[in-house]
Structure formats: structure tokens, C-alpha cells
């Protein structure tokens, strides 16, 4: 080696690094995003909501045929024919909404969200609802045949609908029997019952007159004691029924609640009458009625008269205790017709085939 001289001493070249494996930033970026993505679509297709969404529902003329039987049927006794249609109105409720299902009802502008705790208790099955709606429906039925037939003027009579257990009127009384008279007084409407035990106290002994078929009886009683009344407890609780020898049958399935009882009873009328009770038009209503002929409030009114719309219908009979909310929501070209009882409802119908004047909302 020559002094002085610098000298460089060759290296032997590194080989190339590998190529990194697995993904990049991006790459993970986006993985993560379609995770979430999928599991909000998870989540809301599948993920219930504690809310029923309410629309408008299926409607039906109780003056024609559903599924080829009448839906009112008047056997052994005279009708008349009848025109136009006289429509009830349903609300649909759709229980077990997922969240996505749910906005869509919302956005539609067709339904309404609610709470489902206004439908389901706590602890009630959807089967508890539906035979809880189904016996309303059966009950709205038998009050809409007593009062169509009351205000027609037939006799009316008075049965045992139902007959406390281990009551004074146990063993004694059975359920449809006719009560005659109660403590020495005539029975001839159910409010007589209560009448004829004031001023009685447990303990004390009555006399009951009743019928079962056609064998009169009479029955001596010890009255009981309930809750904190004062008078003495009989245990029968009485209800008005018509007292005729022809049938009335309402056939109507897959139908819960009572707000039907209104129609019902205007269909019985025109059966029961000469002429066409809605002039050969379309009408529609709702409207829970007692055995007395009120007509009551109900639920769900701007989505049934939707429905009436879409069915045709231009007048609706609407509850009195409907009407604010009725005309915020009326369909345009609605005709409302305000009604109290079933006698409101017959003379607006005639007043409007009439062209008269009739009571509005």
C-alpha cells in the first residue's frame, strides 16, 4: 500500500427491502365504513321500535255482501231494498315496526306513529288485545240492534246479562233470563233494577219475578254486600234488549273495536224502512253507539276519513265530539255531518236527500 494514498474498501450491496404486506390506510378506511354501514343496515331492518303506525283501513258497506253473506242479515221479518252504500270505516295499526320501517310509514305521509304502549299494556299479549277488540266489536253490534229497533219503536224487555258468582241472584238467576220485577216493582227498563233496590241493605230479603222461555218464576233472595254500597247486592247485571221474534245477524270477521255500531244500526234502519235512507248516494261514518242511541268518540278519525274518500264517499257522519279534529283534517270536497244519536243521523241523511239543512262540524 503506497503511503498517503486513501483507499475506499467496497461494501457488498443490501438486498431490497420485502414489500409491505396487508392493507393500507385507505384500504382499512373504507373496510370500517362498509362495517358500519352494514351493521346500521342491520340495525334498522331488523331492530324494533316500542311505536304502532296507524293508516287508513280497510272499509266496508254494511248494506252489501262480504265474502257472500250479508253483513247485516234481518231474517222473518219484512225489509226493503236498499241503494247506495252505507260504509264503515277502519283504521290499520301495524305492531312489531323495525326503525327503518318506521320512517318509511312516517315519510309517507300516510301514516302516523304512536306510542305502543297506548295499544299494548305492560305485560299484554297481542292476543289479549285482539279478543279485547273482537268482544268491543261484538258488543257494538248488539247496541246497534237495540238501538236501531228503539228508535223504530219496538218493544224493548229486559235481560240477566251476566250473574255475579256466590251473589244473592247465584243459582237463582241465569244469564238471558227476562227479569219481570225486582222487589215488588215492574222491570221494564234496565235502570229499574238499581231503582227497585234503593233503600234496601244486605241482609234483606226480595222477591224476584223472571222468565226463561216461556215458564215465569218467582224467586225470594237474601241480599248481599259489595265494596262499599250501601243498598243490598243482587249480582245481575241487567241490559235492555229488543223484545221481537225475528232475527238480526252481523256478519263481519277480522273487525275489532266498536266504533262500527253507528252504521250498523243505520243499516238496520233502512232495512227495516221504506225508501233508500242515503238517497242511492255514497256515505260513510264511524261512531261507537249505545243501546240508547248515542253516538260516541273515537280514535283514528282524519285516517278513516281517508279511507271513506278513497272509497268513494262524500259525506261522513262524524261524533259530535269529533268535530274539531274532524274538519282539520277533512279530505276537500268532505261533506261533514255533525251527529249526536242515532235519530241525528237518520234526519240529516233525510234532510240532505231533501235538500234541507242539516247540522255540520
Keep these: 500500500m503506497t503511503e498517503g494514498t486513501d483507499t475506499v474498501v467496497d461494501q457488498p450491496t443490501p438486498p431490497p427491502a420485502p414489500p409491505r404486506r396487508g392493507l393500507t390506510r385507505r384500504t382499512w378506511t373504507l373496510v370500517i365504513s362498509l362495517a358500519v354501514v352494514l351493521g346500521l343496515g342491520l340495525l334498522g331492518g331488523f331492530a324494533r321500535v316500542p ?10 258497506d254494511t248494506l252489501s255482501q262480504v265474502n257472500g253473506a250479508d253483513v247485516v ?23 312489531d315496526v323495525s326503525l327503518f320501517g318506521a320512517l318509511g310509514l312516517w315519510v309517507s305521509g300516510r301514516y302516523a306513529l304512536a306510542p305502543r304502549e297506548e295499544f299494548f299494556r305492560p305485560g299484554e299479549s ?8 273482537v268482544k268491543a266489536f261484538q258488543d257494538s253490534q248488539t247496541s246497534a240492534e237495540v238501538a236501531a229497533l228503539r228508535y223504530l219503536q219496538y218493544p224493548m224487555k229486559v235481560v ?47 222477591d224476584i219475578t ?13 241480599l248481599g254486600k259489595q265494596d262499599d254500597r ?15 221474534d225475528f232475527d238480526i245477524k252481523i256478519s263481519l270477521s277480522d273487525v ?29 261514518g264511524t261512531g261507537e253507539i249505545d243501546d240508547r242511541g248515542n253516538v260516541g268518540r273515537i280514535g283514528g278519525i282524519n285516517f278513516k276519513m281517508v279511507a271513506a274518500y278513497e272509497a268513494g264517499a262524500r259525506t261522513f257522519l262524524v261524533p259530535a265530539g269529533n268535530c274539531d279534529e274532524a274538519k282539520q283534517h277533512a279530505p276537500e270536497g268532505m261533506q261533514l255531518v255533525k251527529v249526536e244519536k242515532l235519530a241525528d243521523a237518520v234526519s240529516s241523511l233525510e234532510a240532505i236527500n231533501a235538500g234541507r239543512g242539516f247540522p255540520t262540524c
Excluded at 221479518?77 to 301495524?94: H, K, R, W
Excluded at 250501601?230 to 221481537?244: H, I, K, M, S
Design 73 to 95: 242479515h234481518i231474517d222473518r221479518q219484512q225489509t226493503f231494498p236498499t241503494g247506495g252504500t252505507l260504509t264503515m270505516t277502519t283504521v290499520s295499526l301495524t305492531d
Design 256 to 284: 275489532g273495536g266498536p266504533s262500527a255500531g253507528l252504521l250498523f244500526a243505520l243499516s238496520i234502519v233502512d232495512k227495516l224502512t221504506p225508501g233508500e235512507l242515503n238517497g242511492g248516494k255514497s256515505v260513510a
Design 230 to 244: 250501601q243498598n243490598g247486592f243482587l249480582g245481575v247485571l241487567p241490559v235492555d234488549r229488543a223484545d221481537v
Design 126 to 133: 297481542e292476543q289479549e288485545v285482539r279478543d279485547q277488540n
Design 51 to 60: 311505536y304502532v303506525a296507524l293508516g287508513p283501513g280497510p272499509t266496508y
Design 210 to 222: 223472571f222468565q226463561r222461555e216461556s215458564a215465569r218464576q218467582t224467586a225470594r233472595v237474601t
Design 160 to 206: 240477566a246479562a251476566e250473574v255475579t258468582k256466590g251473589s244473592a241472584a247465584d243459582n237463582v238467576i241465569q244469564p238471558n233470563d227476562r227479569l219481570l220485577a225486582v222487589n215488588g216493582k215492574e222491570v221494564t227498563q234496565y235502570e229499574d233494577v238499581r231503582t227497585a233496590l234503593e233503600g234496601t241493605k244486605p241482609g234483606d230479603q226480595v
